[in-house]
């Protein structure tokens, strides 16, 4: 059976690729256990770190080639799918530099008669087998921090790229194996959703990573075997708050980037901006003034700055929520329209209602509602009113009200003066509540798939 990947801009066939069968699935769990339980022929650091800064060469060379491959298959546009590119291979640097801090510590003995003469050292091991379920929205460098901390932690690795995007994950895959990474330590599998539910609850997998969706990610959670453990990374509903004094020319910018990059389609993507009433007319008019002018279409092209979403469907749906929400009180400011099957006009309303699905749901496309607001105590309780907590972000030129905002937002991250959508790779990411559990990040994830060993010693009392 084979699965036909296409561009999400054109619809046009990329590539067909084989689906994994079970008994191919099977065969890679038996591959990658056998691997982790023979501890004795486990990778050493020294070789781990050779073998990824061979990834990071070649991956270099080939800058180019992943950058239109990552476009042409999920859709982001050719300036950014680059960045993506570049950010991927500064990730297998990071794993390359906290390799050596794969540590334990000392832990005191002594402090009891029954514990004299011992002493007493943590080291932490590879948690076992890790599964990694992907999704599409940044197919080669979700890639590299599912399986490059497993790879530099010393854990096999079975990853199962998003059907839409499988393309980047395989030719990662390739470039470990042209490194000189021995078969069977990354594996991928190509299957739908029931096959990698069972990839994920096999008893044999000591560690799921999940990015997806929150219906799916909670789901498997729940079908893992006892003592599996996950790192599960949602979408959010990001909150941005813009008190009276920020400085709205230099966070125009920043909102547009944050709310449109990748057509909206991030987890931590501008959603709701919450502007103070006093601002809300002059934040609104230099929105729709850049909005306006975003060039939509193919991200092959590099003068795009929006490309299209990941499926047709996806388009009708985003099209959909904001005739709903128009029709529920919101004010059209700008787009509202599908420019075609695939690519949607970036949007803004204005006080949409509470109840809208905007309000309250991921939209994952490109719509920025703005709602008005009197106090910052009011705009804090709004942006904490939805079950989801991912990352928030405030505007204010004033460093109480900002710390006041940090310490009163419900989310896992808050940037003051940026928007929602920052990130670098080696800082702490993920969502908390229903957004996610877990750390992402290349070190945290390397600490996530390692687990401790204690090692005590008896010392001869009369030594």
């Keep these: 059976m084979m699965l036909k990947i296409h561009s999400p801009y054109d619809l046009s066939l990329i590539k067909e690729i084989a689906y994994s069968t079970s008994d191919q699935i099977e065969e890679a769990l038996k591959k990658a256990y056998k691997l982790f339980t023979n501890s004795t022929g486990w990778l050493p650091p020294y070789q781990r770190k050779e073998i990824l800064g061979n990834v990071v060469e070649i991956m270099k060379e080939r800058v180019e080639e992943l950058s239109l491959q990552a476009a042409a298959e999920g859709g982001k546009p050719y300036a950014d799918s680059k960045v993506e590119v570049l950010r991927a291979i500064n990730g297998v640097q990071l794993a390359i530099e906290h390799i050596g801090q794969i540590k334990g510590e000392q832990v005191p003995m002594g402090l009891t008669p029954s514990s004299v ?41 079975i990853i199962k790229p998003a059907l839409t995007t499988p393309l980047s994950a395989l030719s990662l895959l390739d470039i470990l194996k042209e490194a000189g990474l021995p078969e069977g330590w990354c594996q991928a599998v190509i299957c ?20 997806g969706s929150a219906g799916v990610g909670w789901h498997l959670r729940s079908k893992l075997a006892p003592g599996t453990r996950c790192g599960l990374e949602h979408g959010g509903v990001a909150p941005v708050i813009i008190e009276p004094d920020a400085d709205i020319e230099e966070l125009l910018p920043a909102i547009i980037k944050g709310g449109f990059y990748h057509a909206g389609q991030v987890c931590v993507s501008v959603q709701r901006v919450y502007a103070h009433e006093s601002i809300i007319e002059k934040l609104t008019a230099g929105l729709k003034k850049i909005a306006g002018e ?44 599908k420019l075609s099957d695939t690519c949607y006009k970036p949007t803004i309303l204005l006080n949409p209602s509470a109840e809208s699905w905007i309000s309250k749901q991921e939209i994952f496309g490109p719509v920025i509602a703005i709602y008005s607001y009197n106090k910052l105590k009011d705009a804090v309780n709004l942006a904490n009113s939805l079950p989801y907590a991912f990352q928030a972000s405030v505007f204010t030129a004033n460093i109480d009200k900002a710390l006041d905002a940090v310490e009163r937002l419900n989310a896992s991250a808050v940037m003051v003066n940026d928007h929602t959508a920052f990130r670098v790779d080696w800082m702490p990411f993920g969502g908390r509540d229903i957004s996610g559990m877990g750390i992402g990040g290349i070190q945290y994830s390397m600490h996530e798939m390692t687990r401790e060993k204690l090692m005590v010693i008896k010392r001869k009392a009369d030594r």
């Excluded at 460098?141 to 901390?149: D, E, F, K, R």
């Excluded at 959703?193 to 799921?208: Q, S, T, V």
């Excluded at 060039?295 to 299209?308: A, F, Q, S, Y």
Aim: proline share 8%; hydrophobic share 40%.
């Design 117 to 157: 003469n011992r002493l007493a050292f943590t080291m932490r091991e590879p948690i076992g087998v890790v599964a990694s379920i992907s999704a599409f929205n940044h197919p080669l460098n979700l890639a590299v921090h599912q399986t490059i901390p497993a790879i530099a932690v010393g854990a096999p690795v």
């Design 192 to 211: 739908k959703n029931h096959e990698a539910e069972k990839l994920a609850g096999d008893k044999r997998i000591n560690y799921l990573s999940f990015i």
């Design 294 to 337: 975003l060039i939509t279409g193919d991200p092959l092209k590099p003068e795009t700055e929006v490309g299209p979403l990941i499926l047709p469907r996806e388009t009708q749906r985003v099209d959909d929520w904001v005739k709903q929400s128009i029709k529920e009180g919101a004010e059209l400011i700008c787009g509202g329209e």
